[in-house]
T-cell receptor, first 117, second 112 residues
Framework: AQTVTQSQPEMSVQEAETVTLSCTYD???????LFWYKQPPSRQMILVIR??????QNATENRFSVNFQKAAKSFSLKISDSQLGDAAMYFC??????????????FGKGTKLSVKP | EAQVTQNPRYLITVTGKKLTVTCSQN?????MSWYRQDPGLGLRQIYY???????DKGDVPEGYKVSRKEKRNFPLILESPSPNQTSLYFC???????????FGEGSRLTVL
């Protein structure tokens, strides 16, 4: 069974600085998707960035980028020029690409990010 | 605007009083799913649906029912709610069972 581990329960960053959130996962599959979701105090689950395992190039979305290391099964999120609105719980998630599965997202336990002004 | 809409967003009810949480998506997605989020337990899948009239149990289906009579709608039914079903519920959808999952805004349910 696949698992996702986020080893940092809480992180803090100064406004305008850069922070990296860690995520590792375990799977025997070769093709899958990885995601970072943001959950602000409003509780909504917002997709930040996605990575398809067969793509070697790291995904980037504006100030958000990932470092995807497939062999190491690592998927970290870098937030550049941190803003107060980035403060939230961040979840790393895995989803298989194969048919026959129940299609669920497997989430890590989350990292709570605080942004200091 | 592409979205997944859940209602109600907040609900307080009493043990045993049947309730339904509605979910609707406007993206023509085939796959829909329900999750519950609890402190310390994370998000867990309750039920999912691959298409109209095709539903199956997720990891924590006990005490819940679903139906998928139309492609856009996937209601979650609690026939006889109990306090252990107090939770934050999310409906989500995607084109297939892989790829990006789009979430609704969540429904906070309290069962007294």
């Amino acid at each position: 069974a696949q698992t996702v581990t986020q080893s940092q329960p809480e992180m803090s960053v100064q406004e305008a600085e850069t922070v990296t959130l860690s995520c590792t996962y375990d799977t025997s599959e070769s093709d899958y998707y990885l995601f970072w979701y943001k959950q602000p105090p409003s509780r909504q689950m917002i997709l930040v960035i996605r990575q398809e395992a067969y793509k070697q190039q790291n995904a980037t979305e504006n100030r958000f980028s990932v470092n995807f290391q497939k062999a190491a099964k690592s998927f970290s999120l870098k937030i550049s020029d941190s803003q107060l609105g980035d403060a939230a719980m961040y979840f790393c998630a895995y989803r298989t690409h194969y048919g026959g599965s129940q299609g669920n997202l497997i989430f890590g336990k989350g990292t709570k990010l605080s942004v200091k002004p | 605007e592409a979205q997944v809409t859940q209602n109600p967003r907040y609900l307080i009810t009493v043990t045993g009083k049947k309730l339904t949480v509605t979910c609707s998506q406007n993206m023509n997605h085939e796959y829909m799913s329900w999750y519950r989020q609890d402190p310390g337990l994370g998000l867990r899948q309750i039920y999912y649906s691959m298409n109209v009239e095709v539903t199956d149990k997720g990891d924590v289906p006990e005490g819940y029912k679903v139906s998928r009579k139309e492609k856009r709608n996937f209601p979650l039914i609690l026939e006889s709610p109990s306090p252990n079903q107090t939770s934050l519920y999310f409906c989500a959808s995607s084109w297939t069972r892989s790829g990006e999952l789009f979430f609704g805004e969540g429904s906070r349910l309290t069962v007294l």
